[in-house]
């Protein structure tokens, strides 16, 4: 098997994925296939960190474009993405990866509370640990969690799993001639208004200088390659 480029990886998993073409709630063939691609980049020899978020279940930012109160909003989504995690534990440890919940908000008897060297301990005893709960504070995505997250385990790269194969131009869905960016500056992406991760997050791993590779998870093996530093989807730098 080749060698991973990376030692140890933040990979940022949308709740939406885990839904599957059903939209909304937890698809059982979709989280096991997910957890399939994840055990084989760990048996790989890969430390991996797993923020996920929560909008299969309840998106926060909806909730108060209707009315409700932001915070209370986005608390609701943190809850949201501690369901997604605990799942997806129990899909990973279906395939034989030990396995670790951290959540930014206590809840001790079903996750351990986020402690950075009790995160970093794990990685390095050949554990995936899977944040939950964002940052614990409303008015931040999942999307800036992972960016934190990255920073605070040293994590080399950020590697977001999306349904798209990369960075466009313009949604490809809509638009037959959106063009495919392979690289692309943090700059550009927020100059251009590109919905790869919200401008926090750009700004904070622009900050850092940690890079970003998007790509589609929908592919079997796509996990595997990306930290075997093939060229798949696109990177941010």
């Known amino acids: 098997m080749k060698a991973p480029a990376y030692k140890r990886i933040l990979l940022k998993?949308?709740?939406?994925?885990?839904?599957?073409?059903?939209?909304?709630?937890?698809?059982n063939t979709v989280i096991k296939q997910i957890a399939q691609d994840v055990a084989e980049a760990f048996k790989a020899g890969v430390e991996i960190g797993i923020v996920i978020?929560?909008?299969?279940?309840?998106?926060?930012?909806?909730?108060?474009?209707?009315?409700?109160?932001?915070?209370?909003?986005?608390?609701?989504?943190?809850?949201?993405?501690?369901?997604?995690?605990?799942?997806?534990?129990?899909?990973?440890?279906?395939?034989?990866?030990?396995?670790?919940?951290q959540t930014a908000i206590e809840m001790a008897e079903i996750a351990e509370p986020y402690i950075r060297r009790r995160a970093i301990r794990h990685l390095e005893k050949g554990r995936i640990v899977i944040f939950g709960a964002g940052t614990g504070n409303p008015f931040f995505t999942t999307d800036t969690a992972a960016s934190l997250r990255a920073m605070e385990i040293s994590?080399?790269?950020?590697?977001k799993a999306t349904k798209v194969d990369?960075?466009?131009?313009?949604?490809?869905?809509?638009?037959?001639?959106?063009?495919?960016?392979?690289?692309i500056s943090y700059i550009d992406v927020l100059?251009?208004?590109?919905?790869?991760?919200?401008?926090?997050?750009?700004?904070?791993?622009?900050?850092?200088?940690?890079?970003?590779?998007?790509?589609?998870?929908?592919?079997?093996?796509?996990?595997?390659?990306?930290?075997?530093?093939e060229n798949i989807g696109t990177l941010v730098q």
């Open 13 to 27: 998993l949308s709740g939406e994925a885990l839904a599957g073409s059903q939209g909304l709630g937890i698809n």
């Open 53 to 101: 978020g929560g909008g299969n279940i309840y998106r926060g930012v909806a909730a108060s474009a209707e009315g409700m109160d932001r915070a209370s909003a986005d608390y609701m989504g943190m809850l949201a993405t501690c369901i997604n995690a605990l799942a997806l534990q129990d899909a990973l440890e279906k395939e034989n990866v030990p396995t670790r919940v």
């Open 155 to 159: 994590a080399e790269v950020i590697m």
């Open 166 to 183: 990369g960075i466009y131009d313009k949604d490809p869905k809509k638009h037959t001639d959106a063009k495919k960016f392979d690289k």
């Open 191 to 229: 100059n251009k208004g590109l919905e790869v991760m919200d401008s926090t997050a750009i700004s904070l791993c622009m900050d850092n200088k940690l890079p970003i590779i998007t790509f589609d998870m929908t592919q079997r093996g796509n996990i595997l390659k990306a930290v075997q530093g």
